[in-house]
């Protein structure tokens, strides 16, 4: 079976029906590459950003989509496994999660593996699903914020901020610059008459 087989075969198993978890996460991580893909291709064709715009915000999206899917990818794959782990037996040779039949009486893993394979499956499917909400609601964001902190930092220690002093602030005016004194000319009577 050649290269091209067996890369045939697994994308086909991620569309079976067995295995939705796959689906799942290929699909979610498909469909975050292509969310950052067009967010950058956005701000390139954006006409009313300048060059200086582009040069921060396209390599911060690029920065951000790359999180993101890291992040998606490394927390859903170890749910998935831990899910995976916990309908197959240990070092006691249980599985940690016991399946019960009609009767309540427990069903043996030597007996029974389709069921706990089939259970199995279940559990990494919601991890799956859970994994992608605890890694883009919950953790993107504390680690995009702190990766945005830790660059606004080194920013600012590139290019310090002048310091002002008091004769820089204040210009000795103690009118506001947006008023403009107007004059008035006195109002004169003339036999119950008034002129401006």
């Known amino acids: 079976m050649g290269c091209l087989d067996k890369v045939k075969n697994q994308f086909v198993s991620w569309f079976d029906k067995d295995n939705n978890a796959s689906f799942l996460f290929v699909t979610a991580a498909l469909g975050w590459v292509l969310a950052s893909a067009a967010q950058t291709v956005g701000l390139l064709n954006n006409k009313e950003l300048t060059k200086e715009d ?7 999206e690029i920065m951000d989509g790359t999180a993101n899917i890291g992040m998606y990818a490394l927390v859903t794959t170890r749910l998935m496994k831990g899910a995976e782990k916990l309908t197959r037996p240990g070092k006691s040779g249980k599985p940690f999660i016991n399946l019960k039949d009609e009767t309540g009486n427990i069903l043996e893993y ?5 069921q706990y394979a089939k259970m199995g499956r279940n559990l990494k499917t919601g991890a799956a699903i859970l994994g992608g909400i605890i890694s883009t609601c ?24 002048q310091k002002l002093t008091l004769q820089d602030n204040y210009s000795g005016r103690t009118q506001p610059f947006f008023t403009k004194t107007y004059s008035f000319p006195a109002f004169k009577s003339y036999s119950g008459n008034m002129r401006i």
């Open 110 to 114: 030597a007996k029974h593996p389709e």
């Open 138 to 161: 919950i953790l993107t964001p504390i680690v995009r914020n702190a990766f945005a902190a830790y660059m606004k930092k080194k920013s600012d220690e590139k290019t310090p901020e």
């Open 54 to 60: 582009k040069k921060f915000l396209v390599p911060q």
